[in-house]
């Protein structure tokens, strides 16, 4: 299993990122995925998570109405496009692969339930 995270950069206050996720080394159709940050000097942040087809997402109150995630299954690519940015979103961004294959729209319990991660990419975000 192989998640690989691009996209990520530096950005002035207001703007746009789009990250992506490519995911090999496993039926990626069958499972949700997740997007997780962890900023300067801080532990791991639930962002946002989208179900195996692609229907149900649910989002973090701090991102809410700025960050859509969306998946592509026929590319295996998981994606976040991030608007609107603050310097709070400042962080390194995680895609994460929920360990249990199902359709359902898992609830974020912590990291435990996610069985692989990618690198991270860095998202700088100046005031």
């Known amino acids: 299993v192989q998640l690989v995270e691009s996209g990520g950069g530096l950005v002035h206050t207001g703007g746009s990122l789009k990250l992506s996720c490519a995911a090999s080394?496993?039926?990626?159709?069958?499972?949700?995925m997740s997007w997780v940050r962890r900023a300067p000097g801080k532990g791991l942040e639930w962002v946002t998570t989208?179900?195996?087809?692609?229907?149900?997402?649910t989002y973090a109150d701090s991102v809410k109405g700025r960050f859509t995630i969306s998946r592509d299954n026929a590319k295996n690519t998981l994606y976040l496009q991030m608007n609107s940015l603050k310097p709070e979103d400042t962080a390194v961004y995680y895609c994460?692969?929920?360990?249990?294959?199902?359709?359902?729209?898992?609830?974020?319990?912590?990291?435990?339930?996610?069985?692989?991660w990618g690198q991270g990419t860095q998202v700088t975000v100046s005031s």
């Open positions: 994460a692969k929920y360990m249990y294959g199902n359709t359902v729209l898992p609830s974020w319990r912590g990291p435990y339930d996610y069985d692989f």
């Open positions: 080394g496993f039926t990626f159709s069958n499972y949700a």
């Open positions: 989208i179900n195996s087809g692609g229907g149900s997402t």
